[in-house]
């Protein structure tokens, strides 16, 4: 956990310091004005009706110009147990500006510090009551038991008067037993685009509840795709049972609706694929079984999709809508992460070359962001996919659309590349290990692709030049996610689109 902040006598201070150290904050490290957006205070839940409604539209306050304050009321209490919802926008940005991200803080407040969430304190707050003890909420028990029982109850929470307007509604599915939020709950460690918390991983049936932690207006796949699966009984995911929804305001006063939270069943006893694959690298194991089951999974998941959510025909207009975006993702990758500019011509070839194909796979909902951390095996269950929440630096209303099913298989490729390279980091191309991660990338991949194909009756192999081209851009993407997350490992999707593009015929 990070340094606390000791003797910050208001919130905006506290945060404006934890904030930026936070792996899913990506405002930028400097010069960045938060702004409230919502403001939500757990109380024991009022009980509603488990049903799904739209947003009200009722008028929010504005905000402009209002900083972000510590609810009194909230902290007046044993526990003062608040969901802060935060836009933050780059210095000198109108606050009107729609595309700020906002990010969801659940914080705790405590009158006397707890040891066992020392690790999880921001920091300490002067207030005219005395010093409130501020806590990461995920990580506070009588945090995790509201929230949860807002889902196990399908209730209703929101902002006190005289914070920004916003509420927040638990649902869960129909059918679904309630979760115990009594239950000892623990947060996932190791690096998340979000924050996921096991609730009652010591008895049956235990929950993994996800905070969202950048929120944007709208549907989240991760919640509507999984959703969709439980009410057809695939078992290829984990099941949905519950979800939290709610209403905040963007900067300049525009109200958004959007889901905050999803929970879902927690698949016990799985280790997920990174670790197995990263493990058999390791020890100098094949991988090529399993890389063969995790393509039969990826397939059945995909037939699943295609039956229970809009597909749509490729045409040739899908096809130069396919090379239009490449063509902008491209650009993006080049703006973003300098060391590509080398690869711009050559790149631009590649994606040139999807305009022209005569046919394509029909397009239907994705994962959209398929790798092997995205994958849970165990003997019980075999292959599950998680997170069908997209590519998190990709926006939310474009992470919905029907998309070739490929995109799932070329991003699994570059996992499989990613497992056996990133632990020969640095090493020249030609070194007996490189060349043996290699091999073993090799071997996976193909495994995977034959596993896909006899479970999907279409081999991925025979769309080879768009396989190509949606590699291309994984890796183009992979490249910008390094250079902003993990710069020591740039070099594996930069070896990466050197390789791609050096072909001089497709494979
Ligand atoms: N339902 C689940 N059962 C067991 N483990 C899970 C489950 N969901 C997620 N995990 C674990 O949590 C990790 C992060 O989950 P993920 O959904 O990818 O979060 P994020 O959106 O933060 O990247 C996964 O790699 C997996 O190890
Ligand atoms: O899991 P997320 O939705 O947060 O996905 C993001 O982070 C991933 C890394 O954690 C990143 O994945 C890349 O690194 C993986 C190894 O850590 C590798 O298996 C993937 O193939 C590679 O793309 C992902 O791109 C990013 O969106």
Wanted: aromatic residues 6%; glycine residues 8%.
């Amino acid at each position: 956990m990070n340094e606390p902040v000791t003797g910050a006598v208001d919130i905006a201070g506290l945060l404006a310091s934890w904030l930026p150290r936070q792996r899913w904050f990506s405002a930028g490290h400097g010069g960045v004005s938060l702004a409230p957006a919502g403001q939500i205070t757990l109380v024991p839940p009022v009980p509603a009706p488990s049903v799904v409604e739209p947003a009200t539209g009722e008028i929010p306050l504005p905000t402009e110009g209002r900083p972000v304050v510590a609810p009194e009321a909230a902290i007046r209490r044993r526990v003062g147990i608040v969901v802060h919802l935060i836009s933050a926008l780059p210095a000198g940005q109108p606050a009107s500006d729609a595309g700020a991200a906002t990010y969801q803080v659940p914080l705790t407040y405590r009158s006397e510090p707890v040891a066992e969430l020392a690790h999880a304190l921001l920091g300490e707050l002067r207030t005219p009551d005395g010093v409130r003890y501020v806590y990461d909420a995920p990580h506070d028990p009588d945090f995790v038991a509201a929230w949860t029982e807002l889902i196990a109850s399908s209730s209703e929470a929101m902002s006190e008067a005289g914070t920004p307007r916003s509420r927040v509604r638990g649902v869960r599915r129909a059918g679904e037993a309630p979760p115990d939020p009594h239950r000892p709950a623990k947060v996932l460690s190791g690096e998340q685009s979000n924050t996921s918390i096991i609730v009652g991983a010591d008895g049956a049936d235990p929950v993994m509840i996800k905070l969202f932690r950048v929120l944007q207006s709208g549907r989240n796949p991760d919640v509507v795709v999984p959703g969709a699966l439980a009410r057809a009984g695939n078992e290829r995911v984990p099941r949905l049972v519950g979800w939290v929804e709610g209403e905040w305001v963007q900067p300049g006063g525009q109200p958004a609706w959007g889901h905050l939270s999803a929970a879902a069943e927690f698949v016990a006893g799985s280790a997920d694929g990174w670790r197995v694959a990263t493990g058999a690298v390791t020890n100098g194991e094949t991988f090529a079984q399993l890389s063969a089951q995790l393509g039969a999974a990826t397939a059945a998941v995909h037939a699943a999709l295609a039956e229970v959510l809009p597909t749509r025909p490729s045409t040739s207009l899908t096809l130069a809508a396919l090379a239009d975006h490449l063509r902008q993702r491209l650009n993006w990758a080049l703006e973003a992460a300098p060391a590509l500019s080398e690869y711009a011509d050559a790149a631009g070839e590649v994606v040139d070359q999807v305009r022209h194909l005569s046919e394509a796979p029909d397009l239907q909902i994705v994962h959209g962001d398929l790798h092997l951390g995205q994958a849970l095996y165990s003997e019980a269950r075999g292959w599950v996919l998680l997170d069908f929440e997209g590519e998190p630096l990709r926006p939310l209303a474009e992470r919905g659309d029907p998309d070739l099913a490929l995109r799932d298989v070329a991003g699994m490729l570059r996992s499989f590349d990613y497992a056996a390279r990133h632990s020969v980091l640095g090493l020249a191309d030609d070194d007996p290990r490189a060349l043996a991660a290699s091999t073993w990338a090799g071997e996976c991949r193909e495994a995977y692709l034959t596993g896909y194909a006899a479970e999907a009756g279409r081999d991925p192999r025979q769309d080879a030049a768009l396989l190509r081209a949606l590699e291309l851009d994984k890796a183009l993407y992979e490249v910008v996610y390094e250079t902003r997350h993990r710069p020591g490992w740039v070099e594996v999707p930069l070896h990466a689109v050197g390789r791609l593009l050096a072909k001089s015929s497709v494979r």
